[in-house]
């Protein structure tokens, strides 16, 4: 019922003839859509700002898969990202928004992205197929919708939108929401890759030495004000100039990268593992005193030690020498990798595949030379 603007009824013939007459035109019905616009673009706007603060690549993720998660149940969800370095993709997977260990074929990647490099819209899955042809292996997923995310830089990767699990095909709505948010989240994408690409390593995807340096000096500055404990580890691969002329440089970079990975999955979250240049590495390993030092260090070594690679048809191996030196907030860190660098010099000098944990003073200092001899040590 229409109100006058006392809140009474509106009786004026001339009104109820000119809202029926707009009722007619179907100008009500329009108004009402542009409402609705309205509302989502608010929404979009309020989410697209809530996105792109977010820190990292996972919570991005979790945040789309959230707001996905208020409208539908996809039967699966893949974002698959491509690095502005380096060959390999991330993939995150979801069936039913669960996580899941499947992925995407690489060559499947590649026709999809060839053709949204010619065509960057958001596209139904039957209208690629009938343009490109099949995807064999990306059909058993029961794709409907494809999003690329485009960059300043060009396409950082796509996300695959499976058929809904309650419901029939996604409205235009729906579909206009997810793809105005992937559009914000390939900006965020852009900027988190970036930054991740100024701060690694591009062979191992370790932290480079600037960041190392940093991160330690923050960590000095923590021990200091709290009291806490922590250590660096130094360690290189032993022999490697003999491992690169016996197997080759491409299997010295895969040693290198698996070397890597290993470090990565041995040490804890918060620790910080970096690539120093060459076949030298360095962690920052958090609250820990001495003992647990070396315990840190001789869990890395044994895990190097039992690592096996396979390179060009062969089953590959390497072993590294670790030196140990725990912070001290009142000593400069380039002297504390000084020290940390002498131990691992011992570890080296006294048979290699061995931890040297770095003492100050002169009985330190003695026993680092009977650690990089230990014919010193005999009578």
Partial sequence: MLEDRHGGAATSPDVVSQYNRLNQLGAIDNLEALRLENRE???????????????SVPLMLDFVIDKALERFVPTFLA??????RGNR????????????????????YRRIKSRFLSKPFTERFDTILAETGEY???EAFSPELVFPMR?????YGIVVLGEKVVGDEYSEVETMYLDRLTRFLAVGLQNGLHHQSSITDAKTGLYNHEFFMRRLAEEQARCSRSGAQACILMLDVDRF???NDSHGHLAGDAALEALAATLKSTMRTGDAVGRFGGEEFCVLALDCDARGAMDAAERVRRSVESLRFSYDGQELSITVS??????????DPKDLLDDADKALYASKSGGRNRSTLFRPGLLGRAELLRAADPNLCRP
Avoid: H
């Avoid at 974002?79 to 502005?84: A, C, K, L, Y």
């Avoid at 993709?89 to 499947?108: A, G, H, M, V, W």
């Fill in 41 to 55: 673009l608010d929404r979009l706007v309020t989410d697209a700002a809530a996105l792109v603060a977010l820190p």
């Fill in 79 to 84: 974002f698959v990202i491509e690095p502005p």
């Fill in 136 to 138: 064999p292996e990306l």
């Fill in 322 to 331: 670790l030196g140990i030196r725990m912070l001290d907030p009142g000593i």
């Fill in 241 to 243: 100039k003999r491992f």
């Fill in 89 to 108: 993709l991330s993939q995150f997977c979801y069936r039913n928004l669960k996580p899941s260990d499947e992925t995407i074929p690489l060559d499947c």
């Fill in 151 to 155: 960059g300043i830089d060009g396409l």
